[in-house]
Nanobody, 122 residues
Framework: VQLQASGGGLVQAGGSLRLSCAAS????????MGWFRQAPGKEREFVAA????????SYADSVKGRFTISRDNAKNTVYLQMNSLKPEDTAVYYC????????????????WGQGTLVTVSS
């Protein structure tokens, strides 16, 4: 499975961005998918995850109510809608996939995209 993240960019605080993660090589309709982020000098952290069917999601407390993860299995794509962005959301965002249920731990994911940079200015 190859994952390609896109949609990052520079946005002012309070703005919105939508990240996309397109999968190729194999359908990910049976995979749980997650978004993680890594700021300079910090460890990679969990942002959001979604069950293969899309009927269950999980969010980090820091983004709950502002970010929404979704998926379109027909397009083999996962999305992260980010609203009310804050400077502390600045990071490289990665999408990841794993079989079975989603996880909050990066080490439990089998496939990773290359990352897309999100910069939020104050």
């Amino acid at each position: 499975v190859q994952l390609q993240a896109s949609g990052g960019g520079l946005v002012q605080a309070g703005g919105s961005l939508r990240l996309s993660c397109a999968a190729s090589g194999r359908t990910v309709s049976s995979y749980a998918m997650g978004w993680f982020r890594q700021a300079p000098g910090k460890e990679r952290e969990f942002v959001a995850a979604i069950r293969w069917s899309g009927d269950s999601t999980s969010y980090a407390d820091s983004v709950k109510g502002r970010f929404t993860i979704s998926r379109d299995n027909a397009k083999n794509t996962v999305y992260l809608q980010m609203n009310s962005l804050k400077p502390e959301d600045t990071a490289v965002y990665y999408c990841a996939g794993r079989k079975y249920g989603y996880s909050w731990y990066p080490s439990e994911y089998d496939y990773w995209g290359q990352g897309t940079l999100v910069t939020v200015s104050s």
